[in-house]
Every structure is written in structure tokens, then in C-alpha cells.
């Protein structure tokens, strides 16, 4: 399948999401918005599970590499600064992308949550990194559980770039990532 084609299913499962949910999504609806044929759903995917599942971590996969996009051998809240602004620059341009991961990664049990869990892993890994460089250079405070911080970042970045998207859309990118990096700042000393 070409790369076109997926981000086409991708934006249209994204947008049609908004409204509905992905469990209120037929193969139908996706085909249709995506300008495809409903057998290309099923001959790439097998089903619309199939396809939610690929468009997940492709979603993730695009996040992921924007995420290590970021990475310098700058100073890492710098580093972390330029990922978050990135995390909302991914969330603005597919809003639909963050509600579904905040909606089904924290569902118990979820119908994609092996999968989830897995990408979860992967961005929570990018972040992890820069939280190990601040700990290397004795600039996290004492205690600070890596894995547990790392965590903690990637859930603000979602919940917060879905919060602007859905409560303050006036506020800009820069305002929100300034508000986001007062709590990070304060977390690792210079």
C-alpha cells in the first residue's frame, strides 16, 4: 500500500473518529472518506480492527520520529523543550490522533491496548533518554523515578495538547509548550 494511501486512511479514520469514536467507525465510513475502495481496506487490514491497529502505529511511528527529530547533544530540558513544542505541533495538525490515544490507552482493557501498550513503550523510551541525561549531569532532584517521569511527561503532553485543542484553541503553540515546561523546569535544576 502506498504511503498516500495510509496517511489518507489514517486522516480520514483521525477526522470520522471525532465524532464517533473508532468503535462507531464501519469500513464503509473510512473507505469513503478516504477516496478508497472498501476491498483495499480489507485486502491491506483484513478488518477495520486491522486497520485501526496499522493506523495506530503509524500515527505513533510519525510521532516517534518527530520525537527523535528533536534529539541533540544539546542541553537536554532544551531537548525536552523542542519535543513537547513538537508533541503539539503533531497534536494541532491531528487532533483526532491524541483523543483516541487518551481515550483508548487508559481504558481497562481496551480493544487496542497490547498495541497501545507497546507504542506507549516506544515514545515513553524517547523521553526516558533525556530524563537519563539530566539525571547523568545531577539535575534531577533526589528520588526521581525515571520510568515514572518519563510517564508522567508523556501523559502531559497528550492531555495538555488535547486540552488546548479542545478548551483554549486561542492560546498559541508557544503559550501552551511555556506553560508545559514551567512544571519540567522545575522538575530538572539547571
Not at 498495541?115 to 513503550?121: A, G, H, V
Amino acid at each position: 500500500m502506498s504511503g498516500g494511501t495510509k496517511q489518507k486512511l489514517f486522516e480520514a479514520t483521525l477526522e470520522l473518529s471525532k465524532s464517533r469514536g473508532l468503535v462507531g467507525l464501519t469500513v464503509d465510513d473510512i473507505a469513503a472518506a478516504a477516496g478508497v475502495a472498501k476491498g483495499t481496506v480489507y485486502y491491506n487490514f483484513g478488518s477495520k480492527d486491522g486497520l485501526v491497529d496499522a493506523l495506530l502505529r503509524y500515527g505513533v511511528d510519525m510521532l516517534a520520529g518527530r520525537l527523535r527529530s528533536a534529539v541533540t547533544d544539546g542541553d537536554p530540558l532544551d531537548v525536552i523543550e523542542a519535543q513537547v513544542d513538537t508533541t503539539l505541533e503533531f497534536i494541532a495538525r491531528y487532533p483526532g490522533f491524541s483523543q483516541i490515544l487518551v481515550s483508548e490507552l487508559w481504558r481497562t482493557p481496551g480493544q487496542w491496548h497490547g498495541t497501545l501498550s507497546l507504542l506507549r513503550e516506544e515514545i515513553i523510551s524517547i523521553v526516558k533518554q533525556q530524563l537519563s541525561r539530566l539525571e547523568a549531569a545531577g539535575r534531577l532532584p533526589e528520588g526521581v523515578q525515571i520510568p515514572t517521569a518519563a510517564a508522567g511527561l508523556f501523559g502531559t503532553m497528550l492531555v495538555v495538547a488535547l486540552d488546548w485543542q479542545v478548551f483554549g484553541p486561542q492560546r498559541t503553540r508557544a503559550e501552551v509548550r511555556d506553560a508545559v515546561m514551567v512544571l519540567i523546569r522545575g522538575l530538572g535544576r539547571r
